[in-house]
């Protein structure tokens, strides 16, 4: 009898967080709808991948080339892994061309990543673990970033971790199964983006340190593990057979450390070698900056969490992993070496594009950050009952706080210049459908303008030669330059995300050419700085 009233108590325990966390997530997915729904798509590269799934589910065409953005003499290949892509595809294409529809995917894959981590977590440990867990993954600065922007990022997070936890599953159960799904889960976080490797690695890795150690049962482990490498290697063979069939070559991006293993001169269309380099892609400051030059622990913090309450337990969290006996701990230790040794190298890009590209590791920080605050939860609980749900009700608040704090940013951050959208509908409406415009927020103009976007070429920007400048607009078959005055760069700096004052002052003073169709805000002849609105030219210069 009393062995049945503890299971009865447990499991009522179990539903009681797992209830707890399905409200926080449902709040969570209130909060982020407040965000993602008002807000139109524009931000960063939102609009390049939901003009690619567009043109997808429209045409029922798996693009060898990006179809909406290039020039006559430059085009990109679609060579990227492209499990993303074709999900957002198949919703519109049952669903329609319906933003309401794009916008809730991304929002659907972080709530069913907290269930899926609680779920997992519970199975091998236990409720608290697996609530604590759940809630900080949820929570992290990067997850929400891209709960409520349209990138290919939390779906892959969401594959990582399931592979990590079946492993780990595996690991503890020895249970074949959580093996298998655990290949599955790994080979479609690789079809949705090139950073699943490093998971490839830490298996390959791992695996080789139980061939090693383990040498007495090497038939067994072989043919233990056999089938989960053919899976690993199966799945996303189709993706490598089909750039080698486009382009040529079994991968066309390059890799940390690696740089490109294989030609890919074939990725791509480029007939068009420019003179002129930018200084670099965005002025950096803020986020533009280095996750380095920023200091680590404000990158971490950026990317994670307060570093007092999660950075802090983490490394705690480490020190527990370390001295535990457990096999899965070494797994979990080669993965953080693995993540050491990437943050090195990929650590000298933007701080934005660094939390982005290792976002695959938020699992394993909250893994062993929750693993750290249950152990400190299990300590406080032998002593004083009463203390735990401090614990528990500490890291619940942080959790609100951090969640409301970020979502309030990135509801300005998407809350994006309203003279934008005019100036697409201006141009969906009153341009040629096959017309060529060029902009440096192209990426952000494709959805709207439903039109091909051309590149902004430094050699367009920076040479202040103006016949070379037509001649490099003509031999690309550009038809429009489309002008967001807001990034006019006064200095003449030379970075890819600004127009040098220089060449808008090109562009005024030779009105026969550069004809001005459209304008929105202030005057661009009286912007010589960042000034508010749009302006379009169209070219005229079939004769020149």
Not at 15 to 34: C, D, H, P, S, T
Not at 118 to 123: A, G, T
Not at 358 to 364: K, N
Not at 477 to 490: A, E, R, V
Request: with cysteine; net charge positive; aromatic share 18%.
């Amino acid at each position: 009898m009393m062995g049945e009233k503890a299971i009865e108590i447990s499991i009522k325990s179990s539903l009681l967080y797992l209830f707890l966390l399905l409200a926080i997530l449902l709040y969570y997915m209130y909060l982020q709808m407040k965000v993602v729904l008002p807000n139109p798509i524009s931000f960063g590269d939102e609009g390049f991948h939901t003009s690619l799934a567009r043109y997808i589910a429209v045409n029922k065409e798996y693009p060898k080339y990006i179809p909406f953005e290039g020039s006559e003499l430059v085009r990109d290949g679609f060579y990227r892994p492209p499990l993303w892509n074709l999900l957002l595809a198949s919703f519109i294409f049952i669903f329609g061309v319906k933003e309401v529809v794009i916008k809730l995917v991304t929002l659907l894959i972080t709530f069913f990543l907290g269930i899926a981590t609680f779920v997992l977590v519970k199975r091998n440990f236990n409720e608290i673990f697996a609530f604590f867990t759940a809630i900080i993954l949820v929570s992290f600065q990067s997850v929400l970033t891209y709960t409520v922007l349209f990138y290919y990022a939390n779906l892959l997070l969401f594959w990582i971790t399931l592979s990590l936890l079946c492993f780990i599953t595996f690991l503890r159960e020895n249970n074949r199964k959580f093996l298998i799904l655990s290949s599955v889960f790994a080979s479609l976080a690789l079809l949705t983006n090139q950073f699943a490797l490093t998971i490839y690695s830490l298996f390959f890795i791992y695996l080789l340190y139980e061939l090693v150690v383990d040498r007495k049962n090497l038939n067994q482990k072989i043919k233990t593990y056999l089938p989960f490498i053919l899976l690993l290697i199966l799945i996303p063979s189709s993706y490598i057979i089909r750039n080698i069939l486009a382009y040529n070559t079994p991968i066309c991006f390059s890799l940390p450390y690696l740089k490109n293993l294989f030609d890919t001169s074939d990725c791509k269309i480029d007939k068009f070698e420019e003179k002129y380099k930018f200084t670099g892609q965005a002025i950096p400051i803020g986020t533009e900056a280095t996750a380095f030059s920023i200091g680590f622990m404000n990158y971490l913090e950026f990317a994670y969490f307060r570093s007092a309450f999660i950075i802090l337990p983490f490394f705690i969290g480490l020190v527990f992993l370390f001295l535990s006996k457990e096999n899965y701990t070494k797994f979990l230790l080669i993965y953080f070496l693995i993540y050491v040794i990437l943050i090195l190298e990929v650590g000298r890009t933007r701080a934005e594009d660094t939390a982005r590209y290792t976002l695959g590791f938020a699992s394993l920080f909250a893994l062993i950050s929750g693993f750290a605050y249950w152990k400190i939860f299990e300590f406080i609980e032998k002593k004083l009952k009463i203390l735990k749900y401090i614990i528990l009700l500490l890291v619940i608040s942080i959790s609100f706080i951090t969640v409301n704090e970020r979502l309030d940013t990135l509801n300005k951050v998407k809350a994006w210049d309203p003279t934008f959208f005019e100036a697409c509908e201006w141009i969906k409406v009153k341009t040629e459908k096959n017309a060529t415009i060029s902009t440096i927020w192209g990426h952000n103009g494709a959805w709207c303008s439903e039109r091909k976007m051309g590149p902004m070429f430094a050699d367009v920007l920076l040479s202040n030669d103006f016949n070379y400048t037509l001649k490099v607009l003509k031999e690309n078959g550009i038809d429009y330059l489309w002008i967001q005055k807001g990034s006019i760069d006064p200095y003449n700096r030379g970075y890819a995300g600004n127009y040098p004052i220089s060449f808008i002052r090109m562009l005024v003073d030779n009105p026969q050419y550069f004809i001005k169709v459209y304008e929105n805000g202030d005057e661009i002849e009286k912007c010589y700085q960042m000034c508010n609105g749009q302006t379009i030219y169209k070219l005229n210069i079939t004769d020149f």
